[in-house]
């Protein structure tokens, strides 16, 4: 089925360590976005590119870094993983019609 | 300030009883708006959509939202409840004169639980 897909679903990591999210798309969407979500605090945007090649920062960008690969993919890297970062993070990606197409999630835990 | 307001945290209703969540928007511009729903473990899905004409929209899910402009407000509707749909509900909105850049304000969402 066409949509957005991440990897990994899950992943516990140690403070320190770094990580790289994957996010895919098969729809020829030219914007995509990574959100993170936390209890109570909604849908936080981290990173979207408005169209491939080109990348800018949201409501909360530090400790983060992304990379639009291609149209298709657009990945979200930790470089150094911190507690607060422990979340549940969405890939999603939108065209012409505004309808964000969502990916599934990834939990991250960082011990 | 650009905001979207949803102001209950959580509702619960009765299977089959009628539904309204609330949803107010602070924007500048033209508005797009828009609802989401997230079962749990889930990503966010799209429920219904407005940026023009007929103030009432009809989305899935038997689901309705009325723009009402002279109130700032989108309030989401379905007559009768099912029990499947229990989930985390996210007011969005966006700006006509976003070009390429499709950013949405987000609400901070309504929980609904369904009694049986």
């Known amino acids: 089925n066409a949509g957005v897909t991440q990897t990994p679903k899950f992943q516990v990591l140690k403070t320190g360590q770094s990580m790289t999210l994957q996010c895919a798309q098969d729809m020829n969407h030219n914007s995509m976005y990574w959100y993170r979500q936390d209890p109570g605090m909604g849908l936080r945007l981290i990173y979207y590119s408005a169209s491939e090649g080109t990348t800018d920062k949201g409501e909360v960008p530090n400790g983060y870094n992304v990379s639009r690969l291609n149209k298709r993919e657009f990945s979200l890297r930790l470089e150094s993983a911190a507690p607060s970062q422990t979340s549940v993070y969405f890939c999603?990606?939108?065209?012409?019609?505004?309808?964000?197409?969502f990916g599934s999630g990834t939990r991250l835990t960082v011990v | 300030a650009q905001s979207v307001t949803q102001p209950d945290i959580h509702i619960t209703v009765s299977e089959g009883a009628s539904l309204e969540l609330r949803c107010n928007y602070s924007?500048?511009?033209?508005?797009?708006l828009f609802w989401y729903v997230q079962s749990p473990g889930q990503g966010l899905q799209l429920l219904l959509k407005?940026?023009?004409?007929d103030t009432l929209v009809q989305g899935i899910k038997g689901f309705e939202a009325e723009f009402k402009r002279s109130q700032s407000s989108f309030n989401l509707r379905k007559p009768s409840v099912h029990w499947s749909d229990a989930a985390e509900y996210f007011c969005a909105v966006g700006s006509n004169n976003a070009g390429n850049n499709r950013k949405l304000i987000w609400g901070l969402g309504t929980s609904l639980a369904v009694n049986p």
């Open positions: 407005y940026f023009s004409g």
């Open positions: 999603a990606s939108s065209e012409r019609g505004w309808g964000y197409t």
């Open positions: 924007y500048g511009a033209t508005p797009y």
